[in-house]
Every structure is written in structure tokens, then in C-alpha cells.
């Protein structure tokens, strides 16, 4: 803006107005320091909360099972680890490690003179394949593909024909003669004869059906089984649409809930194969040409199919040197298996384990492709790792890797070779796992206590604490610590001072280690009990009383610090919406005085004019008299 300082008057009216401005603004300067004030307060409360409810997970998390009942596991050989979680056993277990688990592991029968000796002819491709025997298919061999993933999908499942009678009227009687059953299996006709008896329930009835199927040459064609109502269920082995069922009839089929004239057939599953979809109308075919869209794949099959996917590659070799042909298996993802040359001094020798171990751990390679090899061998041989446990009748534990999972309920076992004498895994409580845990809180709950009395207190001489006289602080504070001191009669304890907490004379939580250890030694389950209530029980715990003041004081919505600090929350935007009008105002007070200096200025300026003109007129009068006096 223009100054318009000192035109008439010589007035410095900018400084007159600023002055003028600053006495208006002295309300909005005390709101802006009580604003400012008061967001000290809300950080102060939402950073006391977040420690409440940091308080408040600890509390929580010890106090579950898994929590509390900590364990601590040993092991009397070096060449076993053991790792524990939680749980409630003790003890010791023996065993003597017979294998270790091991990976499918194959060799070239020849070696090549360098890593660039072409092992492939003309570059070549292999298929590579995991998954697929989950299912339904195995053994596959693929002719057209570029090199890259395949997909191979089952996107339908197949099943069996599958005919469920009515439920029977047990006891059912059979005499001779009376109870024949024919059925047509694939086109196939069976008579069964059902051995005469009387057959109180559905298993013995099922039983007796599934002896004649044997008799009747029907064994591994249908089965039979009982179904949730106790009717009798015949399926076929083979599934899909090919798979056909009918009862046929017989003097004995309306005795066992069977109707003459019911038929089924299968459902066929369904795979997709780069894009085309295949259907497999017969499980037993034994094998399965698949199409895709840029080739076929030949398949096995070998069980039911089953819905999933497949990881299915067609590893390019590129000019198809040893070098490349590792660097395209090892950089394929998801083949299941790694490559490499090993060097045995008078030429290379290419190498292949699967990556993962176990008894049904296998190279799914096509070696075929590799022409400068007559053929591979396998070096090792997939197998679990295997633990003997000791005692007067011995019994074995497998396991795919070398790590025996929850051997005990908490307790991991893993082995790295074997032993020629037992290993003993010793397990029991962690006292000083449980210990850490309570010290831990502890040490929490004297810093909230610091930080409230802090920010509470009165300081007589001095500033007071930023919350002093906050109500809500203190019942906090006073909370969380008599959720900790207040006793518990429930257990034999009864108080957390004969469990090594105690209160000092300036209020602060102090923690004996020695003491709450000896306590555990003492009764775990008595200890565990002042800490913690079982469901149900009024006479709560230490922690979780803990947990229960500092949701009161935390949660959202109805938490008294939450709540306070809403409030403040509420107060600093109320005051900052008075503070912008209050800007608003000055700037139109601001304006309204520079008009008004403005138009004193003009108004000035008339007058000056008006003094210069009378002025004038005075001298010329003066003179004009003087001359006619003369």
C-alpha cells in the first residue's frame, strides 16, 4: 500500500496506525498464547496415551498363554538345535538322529572339457515341471513350445459316478438266495450275491456288499461306502463321463435302499493348457495327449484330477553351452531344482538337486536334450531326516527337512547330522524370559508415572507442570498403579510385593529379579495367578487390571484421556476460527484508518489552500491600502 506519510502534516502516520493496530490486537494476542498453550497440552495427553496404551499391549500380550507359559529348551549335542515358544511342558525327551533330510540330487555320467563345450543339440529346450502330480498328471513331455512358462491349469475337477441308495431298515436280514444285487460298471454287468446274515447297521451291511463286490470280480472297479444317513454309497474308481453307473436290479437291491434303473455318470475334469481348454473324459486311459496353442504336452495320469496350478516351463537353452544351460535353469523360477558344474579335475560335470529335501524330493528334468551325455546318475537320493526316540520299545519320527516341528508342544528340534549316541532335549519353564517380561513393564509404568507426576505437579516458586491440576491425568497415574499394588487374594501371593515388586517413597514401582524368579521356582501356577485371572473370575490380576485402567483411560471415544485430549482439540480449533476473524476485523480497521489519515490529509491540504489564498488576499488588500495613502 502507498505510504501517505507526512504530505500536509509531516506526521509518520504508518507508524501511528501500526501502533493503533498492535492495542487492537492485543485480544488476539492472548488467544494466540493460550492457543499455543493449549497445543502443548493436547501433544502432551495424545503422547501420554500412546504411552498408556503402549503399557497396555504389553500387559495384554503377557498375559495370554503363549505369553505367560514361555519356555527354555537345551540340547545335549552341538550338532542338534533347539528352539522353544510357549507352552506347558517339562521334561526331557532322548533320540538318536539316524539320517538327516536330503535333496533329490542327480550327475552328468561324463564330463566336458570347459564350461563352453556345447552340451545340447542345436541349443535344445527342457521341460520342467512342479505341482503337477497334486493334480492328476505326471511323466510329462512337451513338443512345439517356444522357451518360457507354460500355463497348465485344472480348472475343473473330475469325479466318479457315484449312486447313493435310500437309508435301509436296520437290522436288515439277507437269506440265501434273497439277496442278489446286479449292477453295470462301464458297461460291464456284475452279480453280486450278499451272504445270507442279518445285519444290525450300516458298516456290517457295507462290509458284506464289499465282499461280494471281490466275489463278483468288481474289487478296484466300484467301491462301496456309507453315507451321512447310513445308505450305502457305490462309486466308480474311474472318473469322468466315461465313467458310467447303474443298479440294475436284483431280489436283494430294494433290502439294501437300492433302486433298479438308477444310473450316474461321472464328471470329466477340465485343464488348460497355454490357453486351450482340455477335457479328460476317462481317468483311466493311463495317459493324455494335452493341446496348447503352440504345441502339445503328454501326461500321465495318475489319480483323479484335481483343481490348481502347475509350475510348467520349457527351459531354452540358448546356444546351449554347459554355461548356459546352467544360467537358463538356475534363473527359471520355480523350477524346484538348481544346476551347476563341478570341476573334478579332468573336465565338468553338470549337476542338479532339487531345492527342496524330503523322501518325495525330485530333479522333474528332461535330460533327454543333453546329447553330450550318455545319460545321469543319481548321487543322492531324496529322504526325510529321521530321530529314533529312545526307551525300551524305540519308535521313529520323520520329517521333509532337517527341522522336526512342535517335536514337543512349543519345541522345534533341528538336526545337522547324524549321531551315534542319544541327544537329549531338556525342556522346562523360562523364568528369566518372564522375568524380562514384568521388568519390562515395570520399567513402562515408572516412566508413565515420572511423566504424569511431571506434568502434574504444582512447582510452588516456579512454572507449574503443563497439566497441573488435570484430573484426568492423575486418576490415570493413580490407576495403572493401584492395578499393580492392590492385592490379589486369589492367589497365595496375594500382592505383588511378595512377587518382587514393591513401591518406593517417591511413588515409583521397583522390581527384584532374585525375588520374582524365586517365586516362580516356587509355584509357577500361584504366580501365574496374581498376574493373570482365569475367564470368568471377578478377582482380577495384575495385568489384567493393568489392561482394564488403561483402556479406560485410552479408548477411543470414552477414554479419559482421549476424551481430554478431544476437548483441547476442540478448544484450539474454536479459538483458531476466533483468531481468523479477528484477522478480518483488523484488516477492515486497518483499512478504515488509513482512510481516515488519508482523508485528514486531504482535508488538511483544502485548509493549507485556503490559508495560502486569505493570506494573499491579505497582502494584496494591504498594499492597495498603503498606496492610496501616499
Same mark, same amino acid.
Given at each position: ?30 488467544? &494466540?498464547?493460550? &492457543?499455543?498453550?493449549?497445543? *502443548? ?53 532322548? =533320540?538318536?538322529?539316524? &539320517? ?37 498328471? /505326471? ?12 500355463? =497348465?491349469?485344472?480348472?475343473? /475337477? ?53 465282499? !461280494?463286490?471281490?466275489? !463278483? ?37 430294494? *433290502? ?7 444310473? !450316474? ?16 473324459? @476317462? ?58 558344474? +563341478? ?21 522333474? %528334468? ?9 545319460? =545321469? ?100 497415574? /493413580? ?8 492385592? +490379589?487374594? !486369589? ?39 496374581? =498376574? ?36 483441547? *482439540? ?9 483468531? @481468523?476473524?479477528?484477522? *478480518? ?14 482523508? %485528514? ?30
Amino acid at each position: 500500500m502507498t505510504s501517505i506519510d507526512g504530505l500536509i502534516t509531516g506526521l509518520n502516520t504508518s507508524q501511528i496506525i501500526s501502533q493503533l493496530m498492535q492495542l487492537e490486537r492485543a485480544p488476539q494476542t492472548r488467544l &494466540q498464547q493460550r &492457543q499455543t498453550e493449549a497445543q *502443548k497440552v493436547e501433544t502432551e495427553l495424545r503422547e501420554m496415551r500412546s504411552d498408556v496404551q503402549s503399557i497396555r499391549n504389553m500387559a495384554a500380550d503377557l498375559r495370554l498363554g503363549s505369553g505367560w507359559d514361555q519356555l527354555k529348551a537345551t540340547s545335549s549335542h552341538e550338532s542338534v538345535s533347539v528352539s522353544a515358544g510357549s507352552g506347558n511342558v517339562s521334561g526331557e525327551i532322548s =533320540f538318536l538322529v539316524q &539320517q538327516t533330510a536330503a535333496a533329490h540330487t542327480i550327475y552328468s555320467n561324463e564330463t566336458v572339457a570347459s564350461l563352453d563345450t556345447v552340451i545340447t543339440s542345436g541349443g535344445g529346450t527342457s521341460l520342467s515341471y512342479s505341482g503337477t502330480t497334486a493334480l492328476g498328471f /505326471d511323466n510329462l513331455v512337451a513338443t512345439g513350445f517356444p522357451s518360457g512358462p507354460i500355463q =497348465f491349469e485344472v480348472t475343473q /475337477d473330475s469325479a466318479a459316478a457315484t449312486i447313493s441308495g435310500s437309508t435301509p431298515s436296520y437290522p436288515v436280514t439277507v437269506t440265501n438266495g434273497n439277496g442278489n444285487v446286479d449292477i453295470r460298471v462301464g458297461g460291464v454287468d456284475y452279480a453280486l450275491d450278499i451272504a445270507a446274515g442279518t445285519y444290525s447297521d450300516a458298516a456290517s451291511l457295507a462290509t458284506a456288499v464289499d465282499q !461280494a463286490l471281490t466275489a !463278483a470280480g468288481a474289487s478296484g472297479v466300484v467301491s462301496v461306502s456309507v453315507g451321512a444317513s447310513d445308505e450305502l454309497v457305490f462309486t466308480t474308481a474311474n472318473e469322468g463321463s466315461a465313467a458310467s453307473l447303474e443298479i440294475v436290479g436284483g431280489n436283494g437291491a430294494s *433290502k439294501l435302499g437300492l433302486t433298479g434303473g438308477t444310473t !450316474a455318470t461321472g464328471t470329466d475334469g477340465i485343464v488348460v493348457v497355454d490357453g486351450v481348454t482340455n477335457t479328460i473324459t @476317462d481317468t483311466s486311459a493311463g495317459s493324455e495327449t494335452l493341446s496348447g496353442s503352440s504345441g502339445t504336452i503328454t501326461a500321465d495320469i495318475v489319480g483323479g484330477i484335481r483343481s490348481g496350478t502347475a509350475n510348467v516351463q520349457n527351459v531354452g537353452y540358448g546356444g546351449g553351452t554347459l554355461a548356459e544351460v546352467i544360467d537358463a535353469i538356475n534363473n527359471s523360477d520355480g523350477l524346484g531344482y538348481q544346476a551347476m558344474a +563341478v570341476n573334478t579335475g579332468s573336465g565338468y560335470r553338470l549337476q542338479v538337486m532339487a531345492s527342496e529335501t524330503g523322501a518325495t524330493s525330485l530333479v522333474d %528334468l528332461d535330460t533327454s536334450e543333453f546329447t553330450a551325455f550318455s545319460g =545321469f546318475t543319481t548321487l543322492v537320493t531324496g529322504r526325510d531326516a529321521q530321530i529314533e526316540i529312545q526307551g525300551d520299545n524305540p519308535y521313529t519320527i520323520t520329517s521333509a527337512s532337517n527341522t522336526f516341528s512342535d517335536i514337543l508342544p512349543g519345541v522345534d528340534v533341528t538336526v545337522t547330522q547324524p549321531t551315534t549316541g542319544p541327544v537329549t532335549i531338556t525342556v522346562g519353564e523360562d523364568n528369566e524370559a518372564q522375568a524380562d517380561a514384568i521388568a519390562e513393564i515395570v520399567e513402562a509404568v515408572n516412566s508413565f508415572l515420572e511423566r504424569a507426576d511431571t506434568a502434574t505437579a504444582a512447582n510452588p516458586g516456579a512454572d507449574p507442570g503443563i497439566l497441573f491440576g488435570n484430573s484426568a491425568v492423575r486418576r490415570t497415574r /493413580d490407576a495403572i498403579l493401584r492395578a499393580v499394588t492392590d492385592g +490379589v487374594f !486369589a492367589s497365595s501371593f496375594e500382592a505383588a510385593s511378595l512377587a518382587g515388586i514393591t513401591v518406593t517413597e517417591n511413588g515409583r514401582l521397583e522390581f527384584n529379579r532374585a525375588e520374582f524368579i524365586e517365586a516362580s521356582e516356587t509355584d509357577r501356577g500361584e504366580l501365574e495367578r496374581l =498376574f493373570v485371572a482365569p475367564t470368568g473370575d471377578t478377582d482380577l490380576g495384575i495385568l489384567d487390571r493393568i489392561v482394564q485402567a488403561a483402556e479406560a483411560a485410552t479408548a477411543t471415544g470414552s477414554g479419559r484421556l482421549w476424551s481430554e485430549a478431544e476437548a483441547t *482439540k476442540s478448544r484450539i480449533e474454536r479459538w483458531g476460527d476466533q483468531i @481468523d476473524a479477528y484477522e *478480518k476485523r483488523f484488516e477492515l480497521r486497518e483499512a478504515t484508518l488509513r482512510r481516515q489519515y488519508a482523508a %485528514l490529509e486531504v482535508a488538511l491540504g483544502a485548509l493549507s489552500e485556503q490559508s495560502n489564498y486569505l493570506a494573499g488576499q491579505l497582502a494584496g488588500l494591504t498594499t492597495n491600502y498603503g498606496g492610496q495613502g501616499r
